[in-house]
């Protein structure tokens, strides 16, 4: 058996004031750095043991990277940042999406591309509409695609996780080095989420053939987000059993509160959400607020229908629960919809084939010349409306990322296009592209085609 690859050190770098040691303190769970308004603040390397969720690995915080002469301050400062560079196996190279991409991005963008070590692109305070711009331009930079946090909130941690392994597991590992494939929390991670006594441990505890988790009929029973590895079909799974999600107004007590709390990060953290209803009462208000959630942060998604052991007029019971679904969950058009019992096991088998579909369809990538052809037959059937006496034109069409297919349309008047227009094109791309189920993001552009004078 291979042995396993070496530990990572990750040095963050960046010039000053992009929110380097906010992104250390997160990923070493604790404030360790200093943290302030003013650059310049960290002067030295700073090591940290760290992890985002199942991957473990040393970051290097470091001072921001600055244009100074090597006898000043700031040009030590920076050849400190250069060691840590040299000595890690990656680095983040973290820009400010709200300030934009500055020369001094632009330049030690070009250092480490010249650099030869693997980097990730990190755009950060991408949280809200005020670092649209910022993202987009650092595409620039030439460093690749560029992985959207929040370092301060939190948000895009598991993309960054995600970006990190690709570009590891990219490296072509010698057999020395290689790690093992069967090590556990190398699998797509699934949250099990719902109200509270929906079934989620029994579910799980069927799925793993063992009583792993407490169930009963108390609702409320699992308090924090339980992680249990599995091997399914000669795949690796991690699932996660996670605390019963009740309506805001209802967490009264400190500890429920850290419950759910936990609950949401392991949504944010997972690649599948399993959401599960009881057959017997779906679709609860709740049941569409945490299905809305999953939706919001962007993570794919399968619907349990539990207790369907439960059930008596079946055919009648599905009919009408996919007519809801669709009614309902507009956003998640064509989400799965799967039958299962964890008490007697049934329909287990389909309900992973559906969750392995999902998490294909949420890792889909349509090439640009594809959805520029398919753009103009959409136009000529359904052109965009004239608003105030003017028609928009859309005029470019391209897939920025995928996990979940996000996709720019670049446009003449994008704040002018009606929301009508808006979702036409989504569930268009949705139906067309055989994206079912999964949350798509379409970011409106101004200007035009960003890649016609490449071309001439």
Known sequence: MPAKRRHLRIAIVGRPNVGKSTLFNRLVGQRIALVDDQPGVTRDRREGEARIADLRFTAIDTAGLDEAGPETLAGRMTAQTEAAIAEADLSLFMIDTRAGITPLDSHFAELLRRGGKPVVLVAN?????????????????????????SAEHGQGMSDLQDAIVAVVDDEAPSDEDEEDDDAPGRGIKIAVVGRPNAGKSTLINRMIGEDRLLTGPEAGLTRDSIAVDWRWRDRDFRLFDTAGMRRKANVQTKLEKLA???????????EIVVLVLDALSPFEKQDLQIADLVESEGRAIVIAIDKWDLVDDRQKTFASIRERAERLL?????VALVPVSGLTGEGLDRLMEQVLRAH????????????????????????????????????Y??????????????????????????????NSVREDFDLPGTPIRLTLRKGENPFEDKKK
């Open 397 to 426: 069409l391209t897939q920025a990322k995928a996990r979940p297919p996000s996709f720019i349309a670049f446009c003449s008047r994008p704040e002018a296009l009606p929301d009508a227009w808006r979702r036409y094109l989504v």
């Open 360 to 395: 294909e369809i949420w890792n889909r990538r349509v090439s640009t010349s594809k959805l520029n052809r398919w753009l103009e037959k959409i136009i000529e059937r359904h052109p965009p409306p004239a608003v105030s006496g003017r028609r928009i034109k859309i005029r």
């Open 330 to 334: 507009p956003q998640i058009r064509g």
């Open 260 to 270: 759910v709390g936990d609950a949401l990060r392991a949504i944010r953290f997972a």
């Open 125 to 149: 305070k991408a949280e809200g509409k005020a670092g649209e711009g910022g993202f987009f331009e650092s595409y620039s930079l030439g460093l690749g695609e560029p992985v959207a946090i």
